[in-house]
């Protein structure tokens, strides 16, 4: 009896601070920062391969649902190809970064700079 | 029965605390205003709790909220190996660069720096809290000055601490149904992001990204 009053209130709490805080969301998210999460606290269970899965999904629900893709996503994935050794989808995946910000092109340039050779 | 006692007056607690998010001291956001960052960096945080994972899941949960906010945030995660990879191995270390190295290597509008203040699990006798609490402040590259700051923290109440609400009260007793097994910082984290970033008075400005608010008028 006082669980389910418990969980009652708590639920009725959790349902108050949403409706009065989250507004919808701009972006598509998707695994971005659990992945990050993960990377750093379970390493194992986030190596290249499973991030390039997840974050190549999240692009593709994100342009099906019609949400933009958030900041930082392309160039996190480029990251991952890098490491990989997928010159050619890193390089993509970085350019794309760039061409949706803009503000992102010194740190892109930078980095293809340092790893391919400038073009 | 007191149990329930208590329960009802943590929900009293918490609807009064909601209801009062807007009275503070409003803050001053002229530079902020002169300067209009576009791109933000965050530099992986200070650890200044004995959490040691602190730092990094704090900087799992920082990208989307200001994001949302209307920035450009640079991807924390390839930031946080660039520094590495350049002679920088821990946070300490990457929180001393110059300004103009970080303007010149990456081209950040304004520099979030985060310390970590408290973080994690408290055990008491009555009840275990768990508490995220971070500084946060928004440097000017070009000029080094100060853009904004704040203090973002949550608190998530075990059961049978009766006052002493300090913060933001969340929904306090799923924790200790569920087991407490699970690491709730990442959520409360969120939570602590969620509400420093959208304080009325004392929040962060919108950046460019930033769409018209529609809703603004329902949700007040």
């Given amino acids: 009896m006082i669980h389910t009053n418990k969980l009652l209130l708590a639920a009725m709490m959790s349902a108050l601070f949403l409706s009065g805080c989250a507004a919808k969301t701009t972006y598509y998210w998707g695994n971005y920062e659990q992945l990050i999460h993960d990377s750093y606290i379970e390493p194992g269970s986030a190596d290249p391969v499973t991030q390039i899965d997840l974050l190549e999904t999240d692009i593709q629900i994100a342009q099906s649902e019609g949400l933009p893709t958030p900041p930082g996503i392309y160039a996190h994935l480029g990251y991952m190809h890098s490491l990989q050794g997928n010159v050619a989808q890193a390089k993509n995946a970085f350019l794309q970064e760039k061409n949706l910000y803009p503000e992102s092109a010194s740190f892109i340039d930078g980095m293809l700079d340092r790893a391919y050779g400038n073009k | ?220």
């Avoid at chain 2, 009062?20 to 650890?47: D, F, H, Q, W």
């Avoid at chain 2, 928004?138 to 904004?148: E, K, V």
């Avoid at chain 2, 009325?200 to 950046?207: I, N, V």
Wanted: hydrophobic fraction near 45%; aromatic fraction near 6%.
């Fill in chain 2, 1 to 220: 029965m007191t149990i329930i006692k208590n329960i009802r007056s943590l929900l009293l607690a918490g609807l009064f605390m909601l209801a009062m998010g807007c009275a503070v001291t409003p803050y001053n956001y002229s530079a902020l205003n002169e300067a209009k960052p576009r791109s933000i960096v965050v530099i992986p945080p200070v650890n200044s709790s004995v959490e040691v994972d602190a730092p990094y899941i704090y900087l799992s949960t920082i990208s989307k909220p200001l994001a949302e906010k209307g920035y450009y945030v640079f991807p924390v995660s390839v930031i946080d190996n660039f520094l590495k990879e350049n002679g920088l191995p821990t946070p300490a270390e990457m929180n001393s660069i110059s300004l103009d190295k970080i303007r010149e290597n990456i081209g950040a509008d304004a520099v979030l720096y985060v310390e970590i203040i408290d973080w994690g699990q408290k055990y008491n006798v009555l009840s275990s809290n768990a508490v995220v609490r971070a500084k946060l402040r928004l440097i000017d590259t070009r000029t080094g000055s100060l853009l904004w700051d704040a203090e973002a923290h949550a608190i998530q109440e075990g059961s049978g601490s009766g006052g002493g609400i300090v913060g933001l009260l969340i929904g306090a007793i799923i924790n200790q149904i569920a087991g407490s097994i699970v690491d709730v910082t990442p959520d409360l984290s969120r939570t602590a992001n969620e509400a420093v970033f959208s304080s009325q008075k004392r929040g962060l400005l919108k950046g460019p990204y930033a769409q018209p608010s529609k809703v603004l008028a329902e949700t007040e």
